[in-house]
C-alpha cells in the first residue's frame, strides 16, 4: 500500500508505493484513510522526540484522521499509522462522523480542539459565567480554544499572541481582549498583571520563559488571593522548561495541571470527540487546512507553514 515511511529518525518520512499492509488482530478493525493530519505529536512521532513515541523502525506516522470502517461509515480515529492508505484501528476508538462534514477539516481539526476540549472540561473543570485566558491564542490550538471557551459560556476570554493580525481576528472568534507579546518583557507584563486580575483559567500552549514572565506579572496583583487560579499546561512551543518560583504556589490560590495523552482517560477522550462532532455540526468552527497529496509529504515536511497540514492517500 502507498504510505509515509520512516526507517530514520533522523530523517523525515519517505513515501513508498508498496508498504506493508498493516496486520490486523481481533481487536482492530481495518479502516481506509481518506485523510489524516500533521500535528505536534505526529511530528514528534516521526522524530522519536514525543514523550508517547513507540521509537519502533519502521513506522508509519500519523496519530489520528477520517477513514472508512468496513461496513462504509465515515469514522474519525485515532491510533498509530494514519499517513497511508490504511490502518489497523483498535475497536472502539473511533466516533462516527456525519457524512456531510468535510473529511479534511475534521481531520485538521480534531486535534487542536480536544486540547482545549479536555482541559477545559476534564482538567480545569470549567464552568459557565468563569473567565479564560489563552497563551498562544494565535495558533491553530489556540484559534480553536477561543471558540471552545465561548461555547462553554465564558464570559471574559483574553487571547494572548505575538501575531497582531490574528489577534484582531480572535476578537471576531469569540475573544472579549487581545494582549501582544513583544520584545518589551515589561510592557506584556503589565498588560497580563491587569487582563489577569480575576481571570478563572489559563490555558498555556507556551511555557518556558513566557508562561514564568506571565506568572510574576499576574500572581502578585490578583484581585483575592483566595480566589482560584487554575493554571493548564498544554503545550511548551516557547520552552520545555519554565522557571517558575515556588513563591507562586504560596501566594495564592494556584492549581498548575498538565493536560495530554495520559492525562484524561480513553474514555473522556472519545466522549470529547464526540462533543466536538456535534459542535461543529451544530454550528462550524471556523477553520482552514491545507490539503496535500500524501505523496508530497517529503516536500511539505520541511517546510515551515502555520497552516494546518492534511494528507490525503489518494492524492
Not at 513515541?53 to 461496513?71: F, K, N, Q, S, W
Not at 471557551?149 to 499572541?161: F, P, S, W, Y
Not at 495541571?257 to 466522549?271: A, F, L, P, R
Request: no cysteine; charged share 20%; proline share 4%.
Amino acid at each position: 500500500m502507498k504510505a509515509a515511511v520512516v526507517r530514520d529518525f533522523k530523517q523525515g518520512p519517505q513515501y513508498e508505493k508498496n508498504f506493508s499492509e498493516p496486520n490486523v488482530d481481533e481487536n482492530q478493525v481495518m479502516i481506509d484513510v481518506t485523510a489524516s493530519a500533521l500535528s505536534n505529536r505526529a511530528r514528534g512521532d516521526a522524530t522519536g522526540t514525543h514523550y508517547a513515541a513507540e521509537g519502533i523502525l519502521p513506522m508509519v506516522p500519523g496519530v489520528d484522521g477520517v477513514g472508512l470502517l468496513p461496513t462504509g461509515e465515515k469514522v474519525f480515529f485515532v491510533g498509530n499509522g494514519g499517513f497511508a492508505e490504511r490502518v489497523a484501528i483498535k475497536k472502539g476508538h473511533w466516533v462516527g462522523v456525519p457524512k456531510q462534514l468535510d473529511d479534511q477539516k475534521i481531520a485538521g481539526m480534531m486535534n487542536p480542539a480536544l486540547s482545549s476540549w479536555m482541559a477545559l472540561k476534564y482538567r480545569a473543570h470549567f464552568q459557565k459565567g468563569q473567565s479564560v485566558m489563552i497563551l498562544g491564542a494565535t495558533g491553530n490550538a489556540g484559534m480553536l480554544a477561543v471558540q471552545i471557551a465561548k461555547r462553554m459560556g465564558a464570559t471574559e476570554i483574553i487571547a494572548v499572541g505575538r501575531n497582531q493580525d490574528k489577534l484582531e481576528a480572535l476578537l471576531d472568534l469569540g475573544a472579549t481582549a487581545t494582549i501582544r507579546l513583544t520584545d518589551d518583557v515589561k510592557a506584556y507584563q503589565d498588560q497580563l498583571a491587569a487582563a489577569g486580575r480575576q481571570v478563572d483559567v489559563v490555558l498555556d500552549y507556551l511555557w518556558g520563559d513566557i508562561t514564568a514572565n506571565a506568572m510574576k506579572a499576574i500572581i502578585p496583583n490578583r484581585t483575592h488571593d483566595e480566589q482560584e487560579l487554575k493554571w493548564v499546561e498544554i503545550g511548551s512551543i516557547a520552552g520545555q522548561a519554565a522557571p517558575i518560583p515556588g513563591a507562586a504556589f504560596r501566594a495564592v490560590k494556584l492549581q498548575l495541571i498538565g493536560s495530554g495523552q495520559g492525562s484524561v482517560g480513553v474514555k473522556d477522550m472519545i466522549q470529547s470527540f464526540n462533543d466536538i462532532i456535534a459542535a461543529e455540526v451544530s454550528q462550524p468552527f471556523a477553520f482552514t487546512v491545507k490539503t496535500v497529496g500524501l505523496s508530497e509529504i517529503e516536500k511539505y515536511w520541511t517546510i515551515p507553514s502555520s497552516e494546518r497540514l492534511v494528507f490525503v492517500p489518494t492524492h
